[in-house]
């Protein structure tokens, strides 16, 4: 996974070459963060299954870029508030597998609360 701290790296450059990190604070960021992610989820607003997959085939990049926008904020999120991606991320999987136990979670979609009344 070194190869997110070299996207980061990339993304923290072109921020300072522009002298961008002046206008950024963690509000402002993370209210960028939740805009690049509407506009990602603005593709699949209104559609059913057979329109999200017609518009995928035919607005692919657009789809794509949005997406690399809301990584763009996350990596850039993650390097202000010195968070360590990696670590964070293995953590975070690991919670996810107590909360989520094979045995209880293949093939449901009930929240991890829900599953343990089951």
Do not use: C
Request: no cysteine.
């Amino acid at each position: 996974m070194s190869d997110l701290k070299d996207l980061q790296k990339i993304v923290v450059a072109f921020r300072d070459d522009r002298d961008w990190g002046q206008f950024h604070n963690p509000k402002d960021l993370a209210i960028s963060l939740l805009l690049e992610a509407a506009e990602f989820l603005e593709h699949f607003q209104w559609k059913n299954l057979e329109e999200i997959t017609d518009h995928l085939k035919k607005n692919k990049s657009q789809v794509d870029g949005e997406l690399m926008d809301v990584l763009y904020w996350v990596l850039l999120i993650a390097h202000d508030l010195d968070i360590d991606i990696q670590k964070e991320f293995e953590q975070k999987m690991i919670q996810n597998d107590k909360k989520y136990p094979v045995a209880k979670a293949k093939g449901n979609a009930k929240k991890y609360t829900e599953l343990a009344i089951e």
